[in-house]
DNA sequence: CATCTGATTCGACAAACGTCGATGTGCTGA
DNA sequence: TCAGCACATCGACGTTTGTCGAATCAGATG
């Protein structure tokens, strides 16, 4: 990946896109959106996802999840892919750091797949 | 990836799963969902998903959506891929071959990333 | 300040991926 | 039967990815 600063996907820049089943995907929004894709696309990372999506007063410290079968440095850097795709955020307060969803992209996710209209 | 005959995903044994915000993704959905979003997960099989999905019918032969800007054995490759994860289904019928969406197999997708409940 | 713990970054490496041109396969029609 | 078109497979290639251990950064606490 070019990683020369990742532009970390803004939620609020996400009202991509119309459902597949409506209308071609242009090329601009196939490259936004397959990077999301992308960002669940390893099983580690969706079980992390996973993990925070479903967790008491939907935020998680690191030190919560972590337990999935990789080391730390790996879950950090999963983590650091799905904050990159704008699905996660993270907020620091005191020693540990929290995970977040982001509501609005995932609906955005979500509504592309929605081939009933 | 390891080729060894991949197992083509049925479209029937896809009720997987509840919606990430409800439960925990065990390490076996973990495996089998991430493949599915992996494989939406490359600008080019995106938009060859998006063409398929948007097609009058509600079917496209390879002819009609493979200028995507890669080679002819590349487009092939990618559907295969897409095939692979269970996402769409071809069937050929005299010179050319035909692809469909798989509803099912998305709406699964969909429905894991409904996290309104 | 020194030290401990939680989390990220760095550097390296094998495996997987996306791409291509060449070749193979399946069907149609002359 | 043979030429031609549609599509798939093969073999090779440079690039990206997932993983690790080591090093570093950031707060908390003694």
């Known amino acids: 990946m070019s990683n020369l600063e990742l532009p ?3 939620p609020e820049a996400v009202p991509c896109c119309a459902p597949l089943s409506s209308a ?16 669940l696309g390893d099983p580690v990372r969706l079980r992390l996802f996973s993990k925070v999506a ?8 690191v030190c919560d999840i972590q337990d999935v079968g990789v080391s730390q440095p790996t879950v950090s850097h ?33 509504a592309l797949l929605d081939l009933d209209r």
């Open 24 to 39: 071609e995907l242009s090329v601009g929004d196939s490259v936004t959106m397959a990077a999301m894709f992308k960002a």
């Open 78 to 110: 999963h983590l650091k892919k799905l904050r990159e795709a704008g699905l996660l955020t993270s907020e620091r307060r005191g020693t540990w750091v929290y995970y977040r969803v982001a509501p609005s992209v995932v609906a955005g996710m979500a």
């Open 8 to 10: 970390v996907l803004e």
């Open 54 to 61: 479903s967790a008491e007063g939907g935020e998680a410290c």
